[in-house]
């Protein structure tokens, strides 16, 4: 049977059921699953296996797949001096009735345990060792080069989707041009980090973005905890007082306070305040 891709299923794999999938994984890599250590996310899920690694199973549609692929786990393995599982291999397969494909990546355990969800509802104790960490690894991030373009939220970012973003909801911003393209996690949170020794990991979305992205992306996600948003914004300083760390302040920004807002997201008032701040710091320049 065929499919066009834009027929593919919505599909959340924290109530799909998954054991055929998972049997295969298994069988390919050669390894057994714990069933008892199992993550399950809206794009993925992921097990410890018997000989001490982790794998991490996403679906993905084919249109979502670019002609840069889908390896971004594999391909972070040669960054230098950033501080990540190390990748072991991989299996990937086209799915037999619908117009998806899937990915196994196995990656070295997580020296620590994952922080908390993506956005975070109370602070976590963190050590100024792991904040050093944490800077190092970023600025090393920055410091690499790649001909990846990042996903954020599987869509590839372009200064046209940052135009819009941007101009969609602070349409008083005009010159939305970025200055500066460096290599990005792009999906940088809370739920991927680990503590309490640092090591960034779903690397599926990583690749070029405008400076700063990251650093955005972490406080947006913070903006619950006041303090904890503020400390990233102490620790990231150089990246929030570019022009391009406004640009994506804004980006962010535009996120949360967008048509799909939730009007209980306590970031919302957090993040209207902060982006007239940052819309009259570029007027000003």
């Known amino acids: 049977m065929t499919h066009s891709v834009s027929s593919v299923r919505s599909v959340d794999l924290r109530v799909e059921p998954v054991d055929k999938v998972l049997d295969r994984v298994e069988r390919a890599l050669q ?10 996310k809206r794009r ?53 009735d619908e117009p998806v494909m899937w990915r196994a990546d196995e990656t070295d355990l997580l020296p620590g345990t994952p922080i908390g969800t993506a956005v975070l509802a109370e602070e976590p104790m963190l050590s100024e060792e792991w904040w050093r960490a944490f800077g190092d690894s ?11 373009v990042a996903t954020p939220d599987t869509v590839t970012i372009t200064q046209e989707l940052v135009s819009e973003s941007i101009r969609g909801v602070f349409p008083k911003v005009i010159d939305t041009t970025v200055e500066r393209w460096v290599p990005t996690h792009a999906d940088l949170n809370w739920a991927n980090m680990s ?14 973005a405008p400076r700063g992205l990251d650093s ?8 619950a905890v006041p303090a904890l948003a503020d400390r990233i914004r102490r620790e990231r300083r150089h990246d929030f007082e570019s022009r391009d760390g406004k640009l ?16 209980q997201d306590p970031r919302i008032e957090p993040a209207r305040h902060r982006a007239r701040q940052v ?6 320049d």
């Open 31 to 40: 390894t057994r699953l714990d069933p008892g250590i199992v993550v399950r």
């Open 44 to 96: 993925s899920v992921g097990a410890r296996t018997d000989r001490g690694t982790w794998v991490r199973v996403e679906r993905r549609s084919l249109d979502k797949i670019t002609d840069q692929g889908w390896n971004g786990t594999e391909s972070a393995a040669r960054l230098e001096g950033v501080t990540q599982p190390a990748w072991r291999g991989c299996v990937v397969w086209r799915d037999a």
């Open 138 to 148: 970023l600025d090393a991030l920055a410091r690499n080069t790649t001909r990846r």
């Open 195 to 208: 503590a309490p020794t640092l090591s960034l990991f779903d690397w599926e979305d990583w690749g070029n």
């Open 216 to 223: 955005a992306t972490l406080w947006a996600a913070s903006l």
């Open 248 to 263: 994506m302040t804004l980006f962010v920004c535009a996120k949360i306070l967008g048509p799909d807002a939730h009007p």
């Open 279 to 284: 819309i009259s710091e570029l007027q000003a």
